[in-house]
């Protein structure tokens, strides 16, 4: 059974930063692509970032590039989200996912697994 289990979300004051963490089990994780998106209320789900199985490529959405640095663990199985200079407007509940294709992708159609999230709320 396949899990991605998100963690080090909470409240942060606007700038501040955080860095999220996504540990999986039950896949070959270095093999698949991992992306991270979020959902605020009352929107669409968005990609914020993504990585491919090795590492070698990455794509950041424009709204956090520059603020935001994408990198796994294949020995631990672990995938990470850096953001920096927090904004309200980060503020989103959290989704990792994993890819079995492995290369980056920003359109969620293509992940095939999902985590449950972690809520971020960034204060003013």
């Known amino acids: 059974q396949v899990q991605l289990v998100e963690s080090g979300g909470g409240l942060v004051q606007a700038g501040g930063s955080l860095r999220l963490s996504c540990a999986a089990s039950?896949?070959?994780?270095?093999?698949?692509?991992m992306g991270w998106f979020r959902q605020a209320p009352g929107k669409e789900r968005e990609v914020v970032t993504a990585?491919?199985?090795?590492?070698?490529?990455?794509y950041y959405a424009d709204s956090v590039k520059g603020r935001c640095t994408i990198s796994r663990d294949n020995a631990k199985n672990t995938v990470f989200l850096q953001l920096n200079s927090l904004k309200p407007e980060d503020t989103a509940v959290y989704y990792c996912?994993?890819?079995?294709?492995?290369?980056?992708?920003?359109?969620?159609?293509?992940?095939?697994?999902w985590g449950q999230g972690t809520q971020v709320t960034v204060s003013s």
């Open positions: 996912a994993a890819d079995f294709r492995g290369v980056v992708a920003g359109t969620e159609s293509f992940y095939d697994y």
């Open positions: 039950g896949l070959t994780f270095s093999s698949y692509g």
């Open positions: 990585i491919s199985w090795s590492g070698g490529t990455t």
